[in-house]
């Protein structure tokens, strides 16, 4: 099924660990996003791609590293964690520019840094 | 950059009755405005959306104002129901960039 991706779900580690969050697209859309959302609701862009090998810094400065080098894949990167990475991570993608704009979200990675 | 600034941060409303959340945007080369609905636990999810060339769009129960010349657009939600209980997003994209610049969210409770 068409759908986007996102591993692991939920992820307790401890500080200066380094994780990955995966994020995979199969519906073959170029742009790429990642959100950070806090407790208070709010989604802050950390990251974009709108093709392979493109990656951009978003709104919201974020530690974090990210990668496009499959159209389908935009895995995120945090070096060495720390309890203020605590949040939620919305992978999101849309398609190219004769669509209606909608943004496709996952199902989101929360991620707890003790 | 774009700025939206969305009201209230939470609606609280009776079963039945109308539910009206506004949102304001600060660039003028916005053209596309979409409003998302994430219930408790899970992913955002487009609800409604509206182009600058449009002033109104229905379905249903739900329907997008767009004041072009105030800079500013709503969603209105009639005959509320339980299951409309969710935090809702509007959002605002500008010209050909692809990036979308979302308002605090409202957290909308239905009461039975």
């Known amino acids: 099924e068409a759908d986007i991706y996102q591993t692991p779900r939920y992820l307790v580690i401890g500080t200066g660990k380094k994780i990955t969050l995966e994020c995979s697209q199969t519906m073959g859309h170029d742009k790429m996003y990642w959100y950070q959302q806090d407790p208070g609701m709010e989604l802050h862009l950390i990251h974009y791609s709108y093709g392979v090998n493109s990656t951009e810094k978003g709104d919201l400065s974020s530690e974090s590293t990210v990668s496009r080098i499959r159209t389908e894949h935009f895995p995120l990167t945090l070096e060495s964690a720390r309890p203020s990475h605590t949040s939620q991570y919305l992978c999101?993608?849309?398609?190219?520019?004769?669509?209606?704009?909608?943004?496709?979200f996952g199902e989101g990675s929360r991620l707890t840094v003790l | 950059g774009e700025n939206v600034e969305q009201h209230p941060s939470t609606l609280s409303v009776q079963e039945g009755d109308s539910a009206v959340i506004k949102c304001t945007y600060s660039d003028s080369a916005s053209n596309y405005f979409p409003w998302y609905k994430q219930e408790l636990g899970k992913r955002p999810q487009l609800i409604i959306d509206?182009?600058?060339?449009?002033g109104e769009k229905k379905d249903q129960r739900i329907a997008v104002t767009l004041n072009k010349t105030a800079k500013h657009f709503s969603l209105h939600i009639t005959e509320t129901q339980p299951e409309d209980s969710a935090v809702y997003f509007c959002?605002?994209?500008?010209?050909?960039?692809?990036?979308?610049?979302f308002g605090k969210g409202t957290l909308l409770t239905v009461n039975p």
């Open positions: 999101a993608s849309t398609p190219g520019p004769s669509n209606t704009g909608e943004l496709f």
């Open positions: 959002a605002a994209r500008e010209g050909s960039n692809y990036k979308l610049t």
């Open positions: 509206i182009r600058s060339n449009v």
